[in-house]
């Protein structure tokens, strides 16, 4: 059945209104495989939409703070399972205003929704410690305490997992939220919204507000009452951000870029390391922090390596990803498909073969949206610029190594250190590789893409400040602890001056 294509116009959701931007301005969200087709216009919203927003935050602070925490997991499950019973329909919607081939999209709520079932079940877990005191009669415990108003912004490329990620927890800890989503995906931010309010989120907990990075995002981020922000982006905006925290105190969980890469060894089970190269490189086409974007491969099976995976990505098939035979969908943007292009460019030019693709595609349909053929490069080297740079599209590079330490020397070898990955069948090797590929998540035998909520999600070096998303101590990120002394001695004791052993 063909879809019907509606033009949405939702204002920004203010304390369970629906606000139009203060200027009265507007943007358009449009589909990036066909684009002629609006999904939705949104407010173009400045500082002074962001003020309103925060102060309805704020308002709703003491309320939501106070509700008990079982309360409150309780408003998170019924939030996951109204994403559940619309998990079909909202993966439509995602495919259409990000481009991500349905199965994907498909997981991309699916992740909210585990997301929303974990953190659900904190509302019975956020304990705290009770620790012995070094005083007689003396009681000392530990809890944990929401931070205030707190400023969530995200990218595109997971409109509604990301989201998730930071919004569920953050209100399970008590904080109420501000929240930015990108600009190329607004409506999907706002769907995963509507099912926390549905579920009886009270007004004025989760507050959106479109708008550009620069005006918006950076309201949030320099809001005096705005006590933490958690960001989804790239490194320059991230840098940009953490310094504006550092200015304010404020704290700041930065989750940036990555240049993940895929050790091939010669032990490999070849056509289970070409699988994995294929979905991790062009999977979601190439647009995950955590994409495939380097493949290190041992010379003794490079040829075969190379053939086999030049021959699958060859196959794959480009179009809008509502279609049933399309494996690769549309990048997000004319911006972005030219950014990626540039780099086929720098690749020719620094001496790489540019071994498939390299093309705008634009046969037939594909005219209407912003489509990139899957590219490979081969004869890489570490130290060229596209080794080096996230190019966060369907482009990926093969660097042949002589030798399992060259295949670490080389996959350590990036500013960043988000995922790496290492397909071997020697017990020693896969070991060694756990213990010193410098990233934050390592594979065996699987591309670098396929997180699960239940384990911490970041990176190490230039991906982030050292936070983690998602995993058992997700509520460290979103809490602060209050240690509690109660003496019931009924006399002054000082600690470290009276020992009363
Ligand atoms: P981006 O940095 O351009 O934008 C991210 C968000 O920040 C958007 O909502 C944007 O409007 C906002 N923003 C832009 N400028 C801002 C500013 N000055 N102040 C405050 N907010 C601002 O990134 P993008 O292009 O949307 O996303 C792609 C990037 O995200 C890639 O680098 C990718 O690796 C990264 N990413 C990282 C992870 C991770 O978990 N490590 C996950 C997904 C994406």
Redesign the pocket.
């Known amino acids: 059945m063909a879809e019907a294509l509606m033009t949405v116009t939702p204002g920004n959701r203010i304390a369970g209104e629906d606000r139009e931007a203060r200027s009265g301005k507007t943007f358009e969200s449009r589909n990036p495989a066909r684009w002629t087709d609006i999904v939705g216009v949104f407010p173009l919203s400045d500082a002074s939409d962001i003020d309103t927003a925060v102060r309805a935050a704020k308002a709703a602070l003491p309320g939501w703070r106070s509700t008990p925490w079982p309360a409150r997991g309780a408003i998170i499950l019924r939030a996951a399972e109204i994403l559940e019973a619309r998990k079909e329909k909202l993966a439509r919607l995602m495919t259409r205003e990000m481009g991500k081939v349905l199965t994907e999209a498909r997981g991309d709520v699916q992740e909210a929704i585990d997301m929303g079932k974990f953190i659900a079940a904190e509302g019975r877990r956020a304990f705290g410690e009770t620790v012995p005191s070094e005083l007689r009669n003396k009681w000392a415990m530990t809890m944990r305490q929401p931070l205030g108003v707190v400023g969530c912004?995200?990218?595109?490329?997971?409109p509604i997992a990301?989201p998730s990620w930071k919004i569920f927890p953050a209100v399970m800890a008590g904080n109420t939220v501000v929240f930015?989503?990108?600009?190329?995906t607004p409506l999907c931010g706002l769907s995963f919204v509507e099912a926390l309010e549905e579920a009886g989120l009270p007004k004025g907990v989760i507050n959106v507000v479109f708008g550009?990075?620069?005006t918006?995002?950076?309201a949030?981020?320099s809001h005096p009452d705005v006590a933490a922000i958690y960001?989804?982006?790239?490194?320059?905006?991230?840098r940009?951000?953490a310094a504006e925290c550092g200015r304010m105190l404020k704290r700041v969980s930065l989750?940036?870029?990555?240049k993940n890469g895929i050790a091939v060894m010669d032990d490999a089970n070849i056509d289970l390391a070409v699988d994995g190269a294929l979905w991790g490189a062009f999977g979601t086409s190439g647009?995950?922090?955590?994409a495939s974007s380097r493949l290190i491969v041992h010379r003794a099976v490079l040829e075969s390596f190379t053939q086999k995976l030049l021959d699958r990505a060859r196959s794959l098939r480009l179009g809008y990803g509502l279609d049933a035979d399309v494996d690769v969908g549309p990048v997000?943007n004319a911006r972005?498909l030219a950014r990626i292009h540039s780099y086929t460019t720098v690749g020719i030019a620094e001496g790489a073969n540019l071994a498939l693709g390299g093309e705008i595609a634009s046969d037939g349909d594909l005219d209407d949206g912003n489509f990139y053929t899957p590219t490979v490069f081969t004869g890489v080297k570490p130290e060229m610029q596209i080794a080096q740079e996230?190019i966060?599209g369907p482009t990926t590079v093969i660097m042949p190594v002589d030798s399992f330490d060259e295949a670490l020397q080389f996959a350590n070898s990036t500013q960043y250190g988000?995922s790496l990955s290492i397909y071997t069948n020697d017990l020693r090797h896969a070991f060694r590789a756990m213990h010193e590929l410098e990233a934050g998540i390592v594979y065996v035998n699987a591309p670098t893409i396929g997180a699960e909520i239940q384990l911490p999600?970041?990176?190490t070096k230039n991906?982030?400040n050292g936070h983690r998303?998602a995993g058992g101590h997700v509520l460290d990120e979103f809490s602060e602890w209050k240690s509690i002394y109660i003496d019931y001695s009924g006399k002054l004791q000082r600690a470290q001056i009276d020992t009363n052993a």
């Not at 912004?153 to 997971?158: L, M, Y």
């Not at 960001?231 to 991230?238: L, N, P, Q, V």
């Not at 647009?287 to 955590?290: F, I």
């Open positions: 912004i995200t990218p595109w490329n997971f990301i930015k989503p990108s600009t190329d550009s990075g620069e918006v995002g950076n949030i981020v960001f989804t982006g790239s490194g320059d905006t991230g940009g951000i989750e940036l870029g990555g647009q995950r922090c955590t997000i972005q996230e966060f988000l999600f970041g990176g991906t982030g998303e």
